[in-house]
């Protein structure tokens, strides 16, 4: 996320931005790439993420 309390200028385009990974965190869950994407959920991933998950073929049912 972006420190929006600095002195930087705050643009439509970089709100838009922050929103939507905002809510693809919310809806998808993270990319593999991303910061969050080791996390251990105490719950089912359907429980923590609205449109579903990937697994491996043979993952844990």
Do not use: C, K
């Amino acid at each position: 996320m972006v420190d929006h309390t600095s002195t930087s200028h705050v643009t439509s385009e970089s709100v838009r931005s922050e929103l939507i990974g905002a809510l693809q965190l919310d809806l998808i869950g993270p990319a593999n790439d991303h910061q969050f994407a080791r996390e251990l959920l105490p719950e089912s991933p359907s429980r923590w993420y609205l449109t579903g998950f990937s697994r491996t073929q043979h993952g844990a049912h």
